[in-house]
Nanobody, 121 residues
């Protein structure tokens, strides 16, 4: 199985910055994509940003220009640099990876336990 270990969540003031990290480990053959989702109370989980194996990235419109996703392929780690944070960014952030554990296997989704990000006004 694949395990995801997240770190970097916490409390910040509006306008501040935070960097989330997520390291994937376990029986990983290849990583197809890694990314971040978030869920606020009463709302559905939404994509924040992801990065695929080619390096192409995707961002939610609400975070474009403020957040940057990056990766370290050698460490199977993805980062989310969050700048100019707003109270609306408050949510539980979940790391997601799409990975293969064997060569012929179809890629599967794996999820971290979530880390709380709270932005005070």
């Amino acid at each position: 199985q694949v395990q995801l270990v997240e770190s970097g969540g916490g409390l910040v003031q509006a306008g501040g910055s935070l960097r989330l990290s997520c390291a994937a480990s376990g029986s990983i053959f290849s990583l197809v994509a890694m990314g971040w989702y978030r869920q606020a109370p009463g709302k559905q989980r939404e994509l924040v940003a992801n990065i695929v194996s080619t390096g192409s990235t995707n961002y939610a419109d609400s975070v474009k220009g403020r957040f940057t996703i990056s990766r370290d392929n050698a460490k199977n780690t993805v980062y989310l640099q969050m700048n100019s944070l707003k109270p609306e960014d408050t949510a539980v952030y979940y790391c997601n990876t799409v990975a293969r554990t064997t060569t012929p296997a179809r890629p599967r989704d794996y999820w971290g336990q979530g880390t709380q990000v709270t932005v005070s006004s």
